[in-house]
């Protein structure tokens, strides 16, 4: 497996408050700005085929506008009911006043 770093966003796009969602390659993915540091996940919830980028952050915590469930935005992690699959989560990082995202990639 090889990974691949993508070109996705201006920094400038993500702000602290609003995730933001974005194509890359076919894939919507979710940006959000937490404490400086960005992170990127699938933006479709797992349990009710919700967008993520329209639900609500608070810290760390992405919550689904469907039915409340919230997963944290730096591992993917479902956090409570009525979620039971996580979703996935990518490396991001901000190289000037771009935003980048790794896919890994099966070789």
């Known amino acids: ?6 070109d996705v ?7 602290d408050d609003t995730p933001l969602a974005a194509a890359v390659e076919g894939k919507e ?3 959000y700005r937490v404490d ?6 699938d933006n479709l919830c797992t349990h009710g085929s919700a967008r ?3 639900g ?3 810290g760390h915590e992405i919550e689904c506008p469907l039915h409340q469930g919230r997963f944290d935005v730096r591992n ?9 699959a996580d979703i996935q989560a990518y490396p991001a990082r901000t190289e000037g006043e771009r935003v980048f995202v790794r896919f ?3 070789t």
């Open 36 to 41: 400086g540091a960005v992170y990127a996940t």
């Open 76 to 84: 993917g992690r479902a956090l409570c009911a009525p979620l039971t």
């Open 104 to 106: 890994d990639i099966q």
């Open 56 to 58: 609500f952050l608070e």
């Open 9 to 15: 966003c201006a920094a400038e796009d993500i702000s």
């Open 29 to 31: 993915i979710a940006l």
């Open 52 to 54: 993520l980028c329209d």
């Open 1 to 6: 497996m090889s990974e691949r770093w993508l």
